[in-house]
C-alpha cells in the first residue's frame, strides 16, 4: 500500500492539532450539509481540467499510451523493483493471520525498533480497526513504544469512524494514567463520532465533562456540538449551549452562525433562522456564500421562493459570485415550485458565467423537465450530460427521463436514454428497459421489445436488484403473451424463470406460459410449470387446464391428459361434459378400458348425465373383457343418480359374444333390483347359455325370471326341459314343467331355491 500522502515521514515540529480549526470534514459528503459546509473548497465549481487532483494526474501519468520500450535485460526472477514498506508489511501480516502470540514475535523480529513514524503508519495504514487497535495495545504493554498525543489521536480517530467508542472513551480517559495531557481535538473527534452514530446524550456528557476535567473548550467544541444536536432537530437545546457559549465569553464565527441557520431550517423554524442570520451581521460576522446558500435553501424548503430569490439576488448585489451550489439551490426551489422555465433560464445564465452544472445540478433538473414534459430541452441537457461524461447521483432520474419520452410518443428518444447511460457507465436496471418495453407493446413494436428482452435475459439484468427498479407485471405479461402467441414460450419461460427467482409468482404469467406450452404441442413443459402453480399455491384457471388436456389428446398422451383432469377436479374446478368425453373417447380408443371408467365414474359423481353412448361402450367393453363386478359398480351407481344404462343392449350384446358369465351376472342384477328388460332379452340370455351347454345355469335363470313373473318365449323353455331330461337331470326338468304349466305353489318354490342354491 502506498502512503505518498498520508504516510508519517518524519516529526512536523509544530503543534499536530493546529490544522484542527474545523470539525467538518469536506470531503466526506454528508447529504443533509451538501450545501451548506463552511469550507471553501465546496462552494469551487468543479474544474477538472484546470485543477486536476495531484494524485490522479500522477496516476495519468504513469498510464499514459507510448512506445513499448523493451527492457535490455530481463529482470531476474524474485527481485521487486519497489520493495515493499514495513508498515505495508506488517499490516499484511496482520490482515492474513490471526493475531496470536506467534505474529506478534514474527513482527517483532521483522522490526528491531518501533520508532514514531512507524507506529503512525502502520495505525494509518491498518486494514482494519480492529487490527489498528491490537497494535496499538501491543506495542504499548511489550513496551516497544510509549504512545503520544499523535498516536492517541489517530486510534481515537480510527475508532471513531469505525464506531467502536467505548474503546475510543477509554483510551482518551486513560490518557493521564500514561502522563499525558488532553487536548481539545480529542474531545473533538470524540464528540463528533458519538453524533454520526446518532447517540446525541453521549455527546454532551462528553462536551460537559471537558469543563470537569479541566479542558478548555473554544468554538470548535461548540461547533461541534451545534452540528451534533442541530443534526437530530434540537434545536432548543443549541439555543441555550449558544447563550451559554456568549456568556462564557466565547465570541461566535461565521461557520457557527452557518451551523445555526442550517440547523433552523432543517427544524423548520424558519423565523429564528432568519433571526440569527440579522444577529450575524449585527456582529458585523458578514455573510459569506455559504451562509447566503444556506438562506436560499433554507426557504426553497419551506417553497418561499420569493425570499430565496431575494437572498440571491443580495449575494449578488454584495459582489458575492454565486457558485454552483448556489445556482443548484435556485433551480431545485424553481422546479418544486414547478416554474421550471425560470430554473432553466437560471442554468443557462450559470454556464454564461463559465460555472460548470455538476451532477447535483443536472439531476435537480431534468426531473422538473420531464414532469413539466420539455422532453427536448431534457434531452438536449442529457447529451451535454453524455458529451462531459456526468453521471445524475441517482438512476432514477434516467427513469423519469424514459418515462417522459415514452409519454411523449419519442421511443426512439426514450432508447436513447438507455445507450446515454451506458456510454455513462451506468448500469440500465430491469425497470429502465420495462418503460420502454411497455412503450412499445403498447405501440405494437413487438420486435424491438424482444430485441431489449433478449439483452435483459441474456446478460441477467432482471436478477440484478441493487437499484430496486425491478420489471413490473405490465411489462412482463404483455410480453409474455406476445412471445407465447408467436411460438417463443421457450423464451418467455426463461424470462418467468428469472423473475421467480426474484419471488414473482404471477397467476397470469403462469396461465400464459402453459397454454403457450399447450398450444405448441409441448404440454408436459406446461404440466412441469402447473406443478409449480400447486406447490406454491397459484391458482389455475380452467381454461388452461383444457387447453392442456387438449394438447395432451392431440399427442395421442391420454393417460397424462386424465391425469391434468385429475387435477383439474381436486383444485376445485368443474369440467364441462365434452372434456369428460373427449379424455373417455381418447382412453377408450387407445385401449385403455378401466382408466376411460374411472373418468365415467368421476364424471357421474359429478352430476354429468350425458355421452350415454360413450357410456354404454365403456361398460360393454367392461363385461367383454371380464370386468363384470366393475361394470356392475359403474351401474349401481349410475342407477343411484338417475343414470340408467340400456340393459337390454348390453345383454344382447354380451350374449352375442358368447360372455355367458357376464350375461348371468348382469341379468341376475336386473332381476335381483326388478329392473325392467324387454322378454327378448331374457330369451338371448338363454339361448346363449344353452348353446354354451350351460343347462344348468339355463335353468336357474328361469326359475328366477318365472319367479319375479317374467315371461319368456315357450319354444326355448320346452327346449330347455328336453335338454335336462336328456343329461339326466329329470327332478330340474320336473320342476320347470310344473312351473310353466303354473302349479307347483309353495313346494315348488322351496325346490326351486334348493336347486338353485
Known amino acids: 500500500m502506498s502512503l505518498i500522502s498520508s504516510s508519517k515521514s518524519r516529526i512536523s515540529n509544530h503543534n499536530f492539532f493546529s490544522n484542527l480549526t474545523r470539525i467538518t470534514n469536506t470531503h466526506q459528503p454528508f447529504k443533509a450539509l451538501n450545501f451548506f459546509c463552511s469550507s471553501s473548497t465546496l462552494d469551487k465549481p468543479p474544474n477538472e481540467e484546470q485543477n486536476p487532483d495531484p494524485e490522479s494526474l500522477k496516476s495519468a501519468q504513469e498510464f499514459q499510451p507510448g512506445p513499448v520500450k523493451i527492457p535490455e535485460s530481463r529482470i531476474p526472477r524474485g527481485k521487486h523493483r519497489n520493495p515493499e514498506k514495513i508498515e505495508d508489511t506488517i499490516c499484511r501480516m496482520m490482515a492474513n493471520r490471526a493475531w496470536t502470540t506467534r505474529l506478534q514475535n514474527s513482527i517483532r523480529n521483522l522490526v528491531p525498533v518501533f520508532d514514531h513514524d512507524l507506529v503512525y503508519n502502520v495505525l494509518h495504514?491498518?486494514?482494519?480497526?480492529?487490527?489498528?487497535?491490537?497494535?496499538?495495545?501491543?506495542?504499548?504493554?511489550?513496551?516497544?513504544?510509549?504512545?503520544?498525543?499523535?498516536?492517541?489521536?489517530?486510534?481515537?480517530?480510527?475508532?471513531?469512524?469505525?464506531?467502536?467508542?467505548?474503546?475510543?472513551?477509554?483510551?482518551?480517559?486513560?490518557?493521564?494514567k500514561k502522563g499525558?495531557?488532553?487536548?481539545?481535538?480529542?474531545?473533538?473527534?470524540?464528540?463528533?463520532?458519538?453524533?454520526?452514530?446518532?447517540?446525541?446524550?453521549?455527546?454532551?456528557?462528553?462536551?460537559?465533562?471537558?469543563?470537569?476535567?479541566?479542558?478548555?473548550?473554544?468554538?470548535?467544541?461548540?461547533?461541534?456540538?451545534?452540528?451534533?444536536?442541530?443534526?437530530?432537530?434540537?434545536?432548543?437545546?443549541?439555543?441555550?449551549?449558544?447563550?451559554?457559549?456568549?456568556?462564557?465569553g466565547i465570541v461566535p464565527t461565521r461557520h457557527t452562525?452557518?451551523?445555526?441557520?442550517?440547523?433552523?431550517?432543517?427544524?423548520?423554524?424558519?423565523?429564528?433562522?432568519?433571526?440569527?442570520?440579522?444577529?450575524?451581521?449585527?456582529?458585523?460576522?458578514?455573510?459569506?456564500?455559504?451562509?447566503?446558500?444556506?438562506?436560499?435553501?433554507?426557504?426553497?424548503?419551506?417553497?418561499?421562493?420569493?425570499?430565496?430569490?431575494?437572498?440571491?439576488?443580495e449575494m449578488k448585489a454584495k459582489n458575492i459570485d454565486p457558485t454552483v451550489i448556489s445556482y443548484t439551490t435556485m433551480i431545485k426551489g424553481y422546479v418544486k415550485v414547478n416554474r421550471v422555465d425560470d430554473g432553466l433560464k437560471l442554468f443557462e445564465e450559470m454556464k454564461g458565467f463559465g460555472l460548470k452544472p455538476d451532477a447535483f445540478t443536472y439531476s435537480t433538473l431534468l426531473p422538473g423537465l420531464c414532469d413539466a414534459e420539455k422532453m427536448a430541452d431534457a434531452n438536449n441537457i442529457l447529451k451535454e450530460m453524455v458529451h462531459r461524461h456526468i453521471a445524475p447521483q441517482c438512476n432514477s432520474v434516467f427513469l423519469r427521463l424514459i418515462v417522459g419520452q415514452c409519454k411523449s410518443g419519442d421511443l426512439d428518444a426514450a432508447a436513447d436514454v438507455l445507450k446515454s447511460m451506458m456510454r455513462l457507465n451506468v448500469t440500465p436496471e430491469a425497470g429502465h428497459y420495462g418503460v420502454l418495453i411497455e412503450s412499445l407493446c403498447k405501440k405494437g413494436v413487438y420486435d424491438e421489445a424482444v430485441k431489449l428482452l433478449d439483452q435483459l435475459i441474456e446478460n441477467e439484468i432482471l436478477l440484478n436488484?441493487?437499484?430496486?427498479?425491478?420489471?413490473?407485471?405490465?411489462?412482463?405479461?404483455?410480453?409474455?403473451?406476445?412471445?407465447?402467441?408467436?411460438?417463443?414460450?421457450?423464451?418467455?419461460?426463461?424470462?418467468?424463470?428469472?423473475?421467480?427467482?426474484?419471488?414473482?409468482?404471477?397467476?397470469?404469467?403462469?396461465?400464459?406460459?402453459?397454454?403457450?406450452?399447450?398450444?405448441?404441442?409441448?404440454?408436459?413443459?406446461?404440466?412441469?410449470?402447473?406443478?409449480?402453480?400447486?406447490?406454491?399455491?397459484?391458482?389455475?384457471?380452467?381454461?388452461?387446464?383444457?387447453?392442456?388436456?387438449?394438447?395432451?389428446?392431440k399427442k395421442n398422451e391420454p393417460s397424462d391428459a386424465k391425469t391434468t383432469l385429475d387435477s383439474m377436479i381436486e383444485n376445485g374446478h368443474r369440467p364441462d361434459s365434452l372434456v369428460y368425453r373427449s379424455v373417455m373417447e381418447s382412453l377408450f380408443e387407445d385401449g385403455r378400458v378401466q382408466t376411460a371408467s374411472r373418468v365415467m365414474k368421476t364424471m357421474v359423481e359429478m352430476g354429468v348425465?350425458?355421452?350415454?353412448?360413450?357410456?354404454?361402450?365403456?361398460?360393454?367393453?367392461?363385461?367383454?373383457?371380464?370386468h363384470v363386478e366393475e361394470a356392475l359398480?359403474?351401474?349401481d351407481l349410475m342407477m343411484n343418480v338417475g343414470f340408467a344404462p340400456d340393459f337390454d343392449s348390453l345383454l344382447s350384446v354380451v350374449c352375442e359374444k358368447g360372455k355367458t358369465i357376464a350375461a348371468v351376472k348382469l341379468l341376475d342384477y336386473v332381476l335381483e333390483r326388478d329392473y325392467s328388460v324387454e322378454f327378448s332379452s331374457y330369451d338371448k340370455v338363454l339361448d346363449a347359455l344353452l348353446a354354451a351347454g350351460k343347462t344348468l345355469n339355463a335353468y336357474s335363470i328361469l326359475c328366477k325370471i318365472k319367479e319375479k313373473g317374467g315371461v319368456t318365449d315357450k319354444s326355448s323353455s320346452d327346449e330347455l326341459i328336453k335338454i335336462l331330461n336328456e343329461q339326466g337331470n329329470t327332478k330340474q326338468a320336473d320342476i320347470l314343467s310344473r312351473m310353466i304349466k303354473g302349479s307347483g305353489g309353495k313346494k315348488v318354490k322351496k325346490q326351486v331355491s334348493a336347486v338353485a342354491v
Not at 504493554?141 to 503520544?148: C, I
Not at 499525558?180 to 462528553?206: A, H, M, P, R, T
Not at 350415454?612 to 360393454?620: A, G, R
Open 180 to 248: 499525558l495531557k488532553w487536548n481539545e481535538d480529542l474531545f473533538v473527534i470524540l464528540i463528533d463520532s458519538y453524533g454520526k452514530s446518532g447517540i446525541v446524550q453521549e455527546s454532551v456528557k462528553i462536551f460537559r465533562s471537558m469543563e470537569e476535567l479541566g479542558v478548555p473548550r473554544t468554538i470548535k467544541s461548540y461547533d461541534v456540538l451545534f452540528k451534533v444536536i442541530m443534526r437530530k432537530g434540537r434545536y432548543m437545546m443549541a439555543k441555550r449551549y449558544f447563550n451559554k457559549m456568549l456568556s462564557e
Open 633 to 635: 359398480g359403474r351401474i
Open 257 to 313: 452562525y452557518n451551523l445555526m441557520i442550517w440547523g433552523f431550517f432543517l427544524s423548520s423554524r424558519v423565523e429564528t433562522a432568519n433571526r440569527f442570520f440579522e444577529d450575524m451581521k449585527s456582529r458585523e460576522i458578514s455573510p459569506d456564500v455559504v451562509t447566503y446558500n444556506t438562506m436560499i435553501n433554507g426557504f426553497n424548503r419551506v417553497s418561499k421562493i420569493e425570499e430565496a430569490e431575494k437572498f440571491f439576488v
Open 125 to 176: 495504514s491498518a486494514r482494519n480497526p480492529d487490527h489498528a487497535l491490537q497494535f496499538f495495545r501491543w506495542v504499548e504493554r511489550s513496551g516497544l513504544f510509549k504512545h503520544d498525543q499523535e498516536t492517541h489521536y489517530k486510534i481515537i480517530d480510527i475508532l471513531g469512524k469505525a464506531s467502536k467508542l467505548n474503546h475510543a472513551r477509554c483510551i482518551l480517559l486513560d490518557m493521564p
Open 465 to 553: 436488484t441493487k437499484g430496486g427498479l425491478e420489471l413490473e407485471s405490465t411489462v412482463y405479461n404483455p410480453m409474455i403473451e406476445y412471445l407465447c402467441n408467436n411460438g417463443m414460450t421457450n423464451k418467455a419461460e426463461t424470462l418467468f424463470r428469472q423473475l421467480m427467482k426474484l419471488g414473482v409468482l404471477d397467476q397470469v404469467g403462469f396461465n400464459t406460459l402453459i397454454c403457450g406450452h399447450a398450444k405448441e404441442g409441448s404440454p408436459d413443459s406446461g404440466f412441469e410449470l402447473l406443478r409449480i402453480m400447486l406447490r406454491r399455491n397459484v391458482a389455475c384457471e380452467e381454461a388452461t387446464y383444457k387447453l392442456l388436456i387438449e394438447s395432451y389428446l
Open 609 to 626: 348425465k350425458e355421452h350415454m353412448d360413450l357410456v354404454s361402450k365403456i361398460l360393454e367393453a367392461l363385461l367383454l373383457r371380464g
